[in-house]
C-alpha cells in the first residue's frame, strides 16, 4: 500500500548536529562537538539518565545533600576542600567517575582542558573535523576578516611552544584616514571579526543607508564623538585668559553651592562621589572659587575668578567644574572648561601629581561613560592609562591607611582615598574587558596577600560585593593575557555563574519587570560586568574551539536573553525613578538626560553593544549556512523560557524561534514604556540613539533573512510532499495544504514586529525526487543544496531591493522625535 506523504514526513528524524563553523571551507558539518549524533527527541526511544542533584562526598555516604553552592553543608561540617557536583561537567560521564569510591573529577577535568587544546589545533591546523566544517553556497561566500573593514585578524595555526590561544586573539582596525585602533580577545570589535563576516557585511551595506538618517539627528542636535578635536577649530581671539573665560560660563555662586551639595546627598551621584572628601570639597570651593562684588537681577553673585594655591594646582578647580559637568552642563560642556580639562590631562610635570589630579581623571571617566561612550570602550583608553599613571606615582598601591595617615589635612579623608585606588582598579577592569587589553595594574601594583590589599573585603555591602566580583575576575583576565598558560574559560565561565548565584540578589529580581525595585539600583552594574564578561568567554568558545554543541547554544542563548533584560529593566526603571522624583527633566523643552536615565547608561556600559552583536550574528549563522537537514527543524518549536537561571538544564532546550520570540518581546518594552515617552527621552542623547539605530538595523537584517529563508522551506517541503505522493495531491487535500501554508507564510515586512518561526519539519537522510521523468534518490547533500541555491537566489535579489530603497527614516518613525 503507497504511504501518504504526511505519514512519511513524520517518520524522518534530523540529527541533532552542532552548527558548523564559520571558516568557509565549503563543507558541511554532521555531527556535535563530542563527535556524536543525537537522535531528536521526537524519534528516540532511548532511556533518559535521571539528573543527580547531590554532591559526590553525600551520594557515596548516602547522606542527605542540601545542594548548596559551591559548597553543601555537610562538606562545610566536616573541613572538606571540595564539593563536587556532576553537573559541573559539561559532557556525558558515568555516574562512578564522582560518585564511585573513588572520584575521578579532577582527572576529567584534566582531560577536559586537554580536549579543548585538541579541539583547537584541529580547527586552526585545517583538520577535516566535524565541528570545523561548513557549508557555502555558490552565491555567497564568506570573506576572511582582512576584507571585513580592511582590517585584520590572527588567523595562523598555532605556533610552536605557545600555550594560549586566545592571547594574540585581536583585531585591527584600519580606517582610511590612517587611524588605527587594536582591540583584544575580549573587545566586542573582535568578537564581530571572530564572527560571521557575511553578517557584518550585510550590516555594513544597511547601515551606509541608515547612517544618512542618523547624521540628520547629529547635524539637528550637534552631537559629535570629535567635540575635543573640534576646539582646535574655534577661535582662540579671545580678550580675556581661559580662567575668566571659564568663569563666564558659571552659573551663579549660590547656584554653585547648591549643586556641590546635591552631588552628595542625591542617590544617582552615589556610584562617584565616595571618591571625594566633602568637606574637603567645600573647602576648596569657599578657598577658591572668589563671588564677585556686583550682584545679578535675581540677586545672586557670579564667580569673579578662580584661584589657586602657590603650586599652581588647578586640579582643585578642576573637580568641582566637573561636578558642575555632571550635575548641570551634562553633555553640554562650555568650552572653556573642555580645554581646561584637555590642558590639565596632558600636562607632563612632575607637579601635576595631586590627589585631585586622579580625582578629576576618575569624574571626567565617569562623565565620559555617561554621555559619550562610544560601544566599544576605545574613547576612554587614555583616561585609563594617565590615571593609573597618577595613583601609582601617588603611591595608592601602597599601604594607604599608614603611609597618608598624616596627610588626611590636605588630601581629604583616607577613605576617599581608598576609594580612589579601588575606582582606578574598577576602570582598569572596564577598559580591559572593553578594548580587550591586558590590566595595567598588575600583580605588582595590587598584591591581594597583604593585609591592606583594597579588595579584601568580606560586607555584604555594594562595595565589599563590587571588591569581591574583582577579586575573582582580575586574575581571569590575567591568565587571558598570559602566553605561559591555558585560560580554562569554562571553568571561568562557572566561577562567574556561582559568584552571582551566591552574592547576588535572585535572578528574577533583575529580569522580572515586576520585581526589579527589590535590589539595590547599583548591583545592576556588578550583574552587568559579570554576564558582559562571561558573554566574552563564550565568544572565545566559539570562535576559538568551535564549542558549538547544543549544551553552548541553550547557554548562549539564556545568556543573551538575561543581559538584554538587564538592560531593559534597568533602563526603564531609571526612567521611572526621574518621572517621580524629577518630572520636569523628562518635559520635551529640557534638553539633557535626567540623572537617572544618564545613570543606567553607566551601570549597562558596554554590555547592550557586545550583547547584540554576538546575538544577531550567531542567529544569522545559523539560519544562512545550511546544515545536515533544514537547520531550523530542532529550533522551531517554543522551548525552555525561563530567565531565572543563567544556564539552561541538559534536559530542557532553548530554541530559536523562542529566543527570537523573547528578544522582541524584551527590547520592544522600551518602545511601549509609557506610551513612549521614554523613547522621547532617550531620543535626547546620541549614545541611546545610536543603539536604538543599530538594533533596528540588526533586526531588519534579521527579519530579511527568516523572511527567505522561510519561503524557501515552504517552497520545498510543498514540492518533496507532491513528489512524494504525487496521487495525494487533489483538491480535496487543498483545505489540509492550506491551513499547513499558513504555517508557513513569510514574515511580515515591518522589522519591530516578532517573526515566529515555521513549524517543525524534518529532514530524511535521503529523498526520492522525480527528475526528468526518472525516479532516483537524492542525498542529503543535494537536498541542502538545491533549498541552498534557491534561498540565496531569493535572498540576495531581496535584499539588493531592500539596500536600493531610497528611504530609511521609516525604520526609525517609532521613535523619532516628532
Given at each position: 500500500?503507497?504511504?501518504?506523504?504526511?505519514?512519511?514526513?513524520?517518520?524522518?528524524?534530523?540529527?541533532?548536529?552542532?552548527?558548523?563553523?564559520?571558516?568557509?571551507?565549503?563543507?558541511?558539518?554532521?555531527?556535535?562537538?563530542?563527535?556524536?549524533?543525537?537522535?531528536?527527541?521526537?524519534?528516540?526511544?532511548?532511556?533518559?539518565?535521571?539528573?543527580?542533584?547531590?554532591?559526590?562526598?553525600?551520594?557515596?555516604?548516602?547522606?542527605?545533600?542540601?545542594?548548596?553552592?559551591?559548597?553543601?553543608?555537610?562538606?562545610?561540617?566536616?573541613?572538606?576542600?571540595?564539593?563536587?557536583?556532576?553537573?559541573?561537567?559539561?559532557?556525558?560521564?558515568?555516574?562512578?567517575?564522582?560518585?564511585?569510591?573513588?572520584?575521578?573529577?579532577?582527572?576529567?577535568?584534566?582531560?577536559?582542558?586537554?580536549?579543548?587544546?585538541?579541539?583547537?589545533?584541529?580547527?586552526?591546523?585545517?583538520?577535516?573535523?566535524?565541528?570545523?566544517?561548513?557549508?557555502?553556497?555558490?552565491?555567497?561566500?564568506?570573506?576572511?576578516?582582512?576584507?571585513?573593514?580592511?582590517?585584520?585578524?590572527?588567523?595562523?595555526?598555532?605556533?610552536?611552544?605557545?600555550?594560549?590561544?586566545?592571547?594574540?586573539?585581536?583585531?585591527?582596525?584600519?580606517?582610511?584616514?590612517?587611524?588605527?585602533?587594536?582591540?583584544?580577545?575580549?573587545?566586542?570589535?573582535?568578537?564581530?571579526?571572530?564572527?560571521?563576516?557575511?553578517?557584518?557585511?550585510?550590516?555594513?551595506?544597511?547601515?551606509?543607508?541608515?547612517?544618512?538618517?542618523?547624521?540628520?539627528?547629529?547635524?539637528?542636535?550637534?552631537?559629535?564623538?570629535?567635540?575635543?578635536?573640534?576646539?582646535?577649530?574655534?577661535?582662540?581671539?579671545?580678550?580675556?585668559?581661559?580662567?575668566?573665560?571659564?568663569?563666564?560660563?558659571?552659573?551663579?555662586?549660590?547656584?554653585?553651592?547648591?549643586?556641590?551639595?546635591?552631588?552628595?546627598?542625591?542617590?544617582?551621584?552615589?556610584?562617584?562621589?565616595?571618591?571625594?572628601?566633602?568637606?574637603?570639597?567645600?573647602?576648596?570651593?569657599?578657598?577658591?572659587?572668589?563671588?564677585?562684588?556686583?550682584?545679578?537681577?535675581?540677586?545672586?553673585?557670579?564667580?569673579?575668578?578662580?584661584?589657586?594655591?602657590?603650586?599652581?594646582?588647578?586640579y582643585k578647580a578642576a573637580v568641582i567644574l566637573l561636578i558642575l559637568c555632571l550635575r548641570f552642563y551634562h553633555e553640554s560642556v562650555p568650552p572653556?572648561?573642555?580645554?581646561?580639562?584637555?590642558?590639565?590631562?596632558?600636562?607632563?610635570?612632575a607637579k601635576a601629581f595631586y590627589i585631585e589630579r586622579a580625582q578629576m581623571l576618575i569624574l571626567l571617566f565617569y562623565h565620559r561613560e555617561i554621555?559619550?561612550?562610544?560601544?566599544?570602550?576605545?574613547?576612554?583608553?587614555?583616561?585609563?592609562?594617565?590615571?593609573?599613571?597618577?595613583?601609582?606615582?601617588?603611591?595608592?598601591?601602597?599601604?594607604?591607611?599608614?603611609?597618608?595617615?598624616?596627610?588626611?589635612?590636605?588630601?581629604?579623608?583616607?577613605?576617599?582615598?581608598?576609594?580612589?585606588?579601588?575606582?582606578?582598579?574598577?576602570?582598569?577592569?572596564?577598559?580591559?574587558?572593553?578594548?580587550?587589553?591586558?590590566?595595567?595594574?598588575?600583580?605588582?601594583?595590587?598584591?591581594?596577600?597583604?593585609?591592606?590589599?583594597?579588595?579584601?573585603?568580606?560586607?555584604?555591602?555594594?562595595?565589599?560585593?563590587?571588591?569581591?566580583?574583582?577579586?575573582?575576575?582580575?586574575?581571569?583576565?590575567?591568565?587571558?593575557?598570559?602566553?605561559?598558560?591555558?585560560?580554562?574559560?569554562?571553568?571561568?565561565?562557572?566561577?562567574?555563574?556561582?559568584?552571582?548565584?551566591?552574592?547576588?540578589?535572585?535572578?528574577?529580581?533583575?529580569?522580572?519587570?515586576?520585581?526589579?525595585?527589590?535590589?539595590?539600583?547599583?548591583?545592576?552594574?556588578?550583574?552587568?560586568?559579570?554576564?558582559?564578561?562571561?558573554?566574552?568567554?563564550?565568544?572565545?568558545?566559539?570562535?576559538?574551539?568551535?564549542?558549538?554543541?547544543?549544551?553552548?547554544?541553550?547557554?548562549?542563548?539564556?545568556?543573551?536573553?538575561?543581559?538584554?533584560?538587564?538592560?531593559?529593566?534597568?533602563?526603564?526603571?531609571?526612567?521611572?525613578?526621574?518621572?517621580?522624583?524629577?518630572?520636569?527633566?523628562?518635559?520635551?523643552?529640557?534638553?539633557?538626560?535626567?540623572?537617572?536615565?544618564?545613570?543606567?547608561?553607566?551601570?549597562?556600559?558596554?554590555?547592550?553593544?557586545?550583547?547584540?552583536?554576538?546575538?544577531?550574528?550567531?542567529?544569522?549563522?545559523?539560519?544562512?549556512?545550511?546544515?545536515?537537514?533544514?537547520?531550523?527543524?530542532?529550533?522551531?518549536?517554543?522551548?525552555?523560557?525561563?530567565?531565572?537561571?543563567?544556564?539552561?538544564?541538559?534536559?530542557?532546550?532553548?530554541?530559536?524561534?523562542?529566543?527570537?520570540?523573547?528578544?522582541?518581546?524584551?527590547?520592544?518594552?522600551?518602545?511601549?514604556?509609557?506610551?513612549?515617552?521614554?523613547?522621547?527621552?532617550?531620543?535626547?542623547?546620541?549614545?541611546?540613539?545610536?543603539?536604538?539605530?543599530?538594533?533596528?538595523?540588526?533586526?531588519?537584517?534579521?527579519?530579511?533573512?527568516?523572511?527567505?529563508?522561510?519561503?524557501?522551506?515552504?517552497?520545498?517541503?510543498?514540492?518533496?510532499?507532491?513528489?512524494?505522493?504525487?496521487?495525494?495531491?487533489?483538491?480535496?487535500?487543498?483545505?489540509?495544504?492550506?491551513?499547513?501554508?499558513?504555517?508557513?507564510?513569510?514574515?511580515?515586512?515591518?522589522?519591530?514586529?516578532?517573526?515566529?518561526?515555521?513549524?517543525?519539519?524534518?529532514?530524511?537522510?535521503?529523498?526520492?525526487?522525480?527528475?526528468?521523468?526518472?525516479?532516483?534518490?537524492?542525498?542529503?547533500?543535494?537536498?541542502?543544496?538545491?533549498?541552498?541555491?534557491?534561498?540565496?537566489?531569493?535572498?540576495?535579489?531581496?535584499?539588493?531591493?531592500?539596500?536600493?530603497?531610497?528611504?530609511?527614516?521609516?525604520?526609525?518613525?517609532?521613535?523619532?522625535?516628532?
Amino acid at each position: 500500500m503507497k504511504r501518504r506523504s504526511n505519514d512519511l514526513l513524520e517518520t524522518f528524524e534530523a540529527a541533532d548536529v552542532t552548527p558548523p563553523s564559520d571558516n568557509g571551507d565549503g563543507k558541511s558539518g554532521g555531527a556535535s562537538a563530542s563527535g556524536t549524533v543525537t537522535a531528536s527527541a521526537s524519534g528516540s526511544g532511548r532511556k533518559r539518565n535521571k539528573l543527580i542533584k547531590s554532591c559526590g562526598f553525600c551520594r557515596r555516604r548516602k547522606l542527605r545533600c542540601d545542594q548548596r553552592k559551591p559548597m553543601c553543608s555537610t562538606c562545610i561540617s566536616r573541613n572538606l576542600t571540595t564539593c563536587q557536583y556532576a553537573e559541573e561537567f559539561n559532557k556525558n560521564i558515568e555516574k562512578k567517575s564522582i560518585y564511585g569510591s573513588y572520584s575521578n573529577s579532577d582527572l576529567i577535568k584534566k582531560i577536559e582542558g586537554l580536549e579543548d587544546k585538541i579541539r583547537y589545533l584541529e580547527n586552526e591546523k585545517g583538520i577535516n573535523s566535524p565541528t570545523s566544517a561548513v557549508y557555502t553556497s555558490p552565491n555567497f561566500s564568506l570573506s576572511n576578516t582582512s576584507a571585513c573593514g580592511g582590517s585584520t585578524e590572527t588567523s595562523s595555526p598555532l605556533p610552536d611552544g605557545v600555550i594560549n590561544p586566545y592571547a594574540d586573539r585581536y583585531y585591527l582596525q584600519n580606517k582610511h584616514s590612517g587611524r588605527s585602533i587594536l582591540y583584544g580577545p575580549t573587545s566586542m570589535r573582535t568578537q564581530i571579526a571572530s564572527g560571521n563576516c557575511g553578517f557584518i557585511e550585510k550590516y555594513k551595506q544597511l547601515w551606509a543607508k541608515v547612517k544618512v538618517e542618523r547624521n540628520k539627528w547629529k547635524q539637528t542636535s550637534q552631537k559629535t564623538m570629535c567635540r575635543e578635536l573640534n576646539l582646535l577649530d574655534e577661535s582662540s581671539r579671545e580678550p580675556d585668559s581661559l580662567i575668566k573665560q571659564i568663569c563666564n560660563s558659571l552659573p551663579s555662586y549660590s547656584k554653585i553651592s547648591s549643586i556641590l551639595d546635591s552631588f552628595f546627598t542625591d542617590e544617582a551621584s552615589n556610584e562617584i562621589n565616595f571618591i571625594l572628601d566633602r568637606k574637603k570639597v567645600r573647602k576648596d570651593f569657599l578657598d577658591y572659587f572668589m563671588p564677585g562684588k556686583d550682584v545679578l537681577p535675581n540677586g545672586e553673585r557670579p564667580i569673579a575668578y578662580i584661584l589657586s594655591n602657590q603650586k599652581k594646582n588647578y586640579y582643585k578647580a578642576a573637580v568641582i567644574l566637573l561636578i558642575l559637568c555632571l550635575r548641570f552642563y551634562h553633555e553640554s560642556v562650555p568650552p572653556p572648561i573642555e580645554k581646561f580639562m584637555i590642558f590639565l590631562n596632558g600636562v607632563s610635570t612632575a607637579k601635576a601629581f595631586y590627589i585631585e589630579r586622579a580625582q578629576m581623571l576618575i569624574l571626567l571617566f565617569y562623565h565620559r561613560e555617561i554621555y559619550a561612550f562610544g560601544g566599544d570602550g576605545s574613547d576612554l583608553v587614555n583616561l585609563n592609562e594617565s590615571l593609573f599613571t597618577t595613583v601609582t606615582t601617588l603611591g595608592l598601591h601602597l599601604d594607604i591607611r599608614n603611609n597618608f595617615k598624616s596627610q588626611q589635612k590636605y588630601m581629604g579623608c583616607l577613605e576617599s582615598l581608598e576609594n580612589v585606588w579601588f575606582m582606578a582598579i574598577l576602570i582598569d577592569y572596564n577598559n580591559s574587558c572593553h578594548i580587550g587589553r591586558p590590566l595595567l595594574i598588575d600583580k605588582f601594583f595590587l598584591d591581594e596577600k597583604q593585609d591592606y590589599c583594597i579588595l579584601n573585603d568580606e560586607s555584604k555591602t555594594y562595595e565589599g560585593k563590587l571588591k569581591r566580583y574583582l577579586k575573582m575576575a582580575r586574575p581571569m583576565l590575567l591568565t587571558l593575557y598570559d602566553r605561559e598558560k591555558f585560560p580554562d574559560l569554562k571553568d571561568f565561565s562557572k566561577k562567574i555563574i556561582n559568584f552571582v548565584e551566591v552574592e547576588l540578589e535572585p535572578l528574577r529580581h533583575y529580569t522580572d519587570e515586576n520585581q526589579t525595585a527589590e535590589i539595590q539600583l547599583r548591583e545592576s552594574r556588578i550583574l552587568s560586568m559579570a554576564l558582559g564578561l562571561l558573554l566574552s568567554f563564550y565568544a572565545l568558545l566559539h570562535s576559538v574551539l568551535k564549542l558549538r554543541n547544543i549544551e553552548s547554544k541553550n547557554n548562549t542563548f539564556q545568556l543573551v536573553l538575561i543581559n538584554f533584560s538587564i538592560i531593559v529593566n534597568t533602563t526603564i526603571r531609571c526612567f521611572r525613578i526621574d518621572k517621580e522624583l524629577y518630572p520636569e527633566m523628562l518635559e520635551p523643552s529640557y534638553q539633557h538626560l535626567s540623572p537617572h536615565i544618564a545613570l543606567s547608561m553607566s551601570l549597562t556600559a558596554g554590555l547592550f553593544s557586545k550583547t547584540l552583536v554576538f546575538f544577531c550574528s550567531l542567529i544569522y549563522f545559523k539560519l544562512t549556512l545550511f546544515e545536515n537537514g533544514i537547520c531550523l527543524s530542532n529550533d522551531m518549536e517554543n522551548g525552555w523560557s525561563d530567565l531565572t537561571r543563567i544556564t539552561v538544564p541538559l534536559d530542557k532546550d532553548l530554541s530559536l524561534s523562542t529566543a527570537m520570540s523573547l528578544y522582541t518581546t524584551i527590547f520592544d518594552r522600551l518602545f511601549t514604556a509609557d506610551d513612549k515617552e521614554l523613547i522621547r527621552v532617550m531620543h535626547k542623547s546620541r549614545q541611546f540613539v545610536m543603539y536604538l539605530a543599530i538594533e533596528r538595523t540588526y533586526r531588519t537584517i534579521l527579519g530579511n533573512v527568516i523572511e527567505f529563508r522561510k519561503s524557501s522551506e515552504e517552497t520545498w517541503l510543498a514540492q518533496i510532499k507532491q513528489e512524494l505522493d504525487p496521487q495525494n495531491h487533489h483538491p480535496s487535500s487543498e483545505p489540509r495544504m492550506e491551513h499547513e501554508k499558513q504555517q508557513y507564510s513569510s514574515a511580515p515586512q515591518n522589522a519591530d514586529t516578532a517573526v515566529p518561526l515555521p513549524a517543525s519539519s524534518l529532514l530524511p537522510a535521503t529523498s526520492p525526487i522525480l527528475d526528468d521523468n526518472k525516479n532516483h534518490t537524492k542525498s542529503q547533500s543535494e537536498i541542502i543544496q538545491m533549498l541552498a541555491d534557491e534561498f540565496w537566489a531569493n535572498y540576495n535579489s531581496g535584499w539588493e531591493e531592500l539596500v536600493n530603497q531610497s528611504e530609511f527614516s521609516s525604520l526609525f518613525n517609532d521613535y523619532e522625535d516628532k
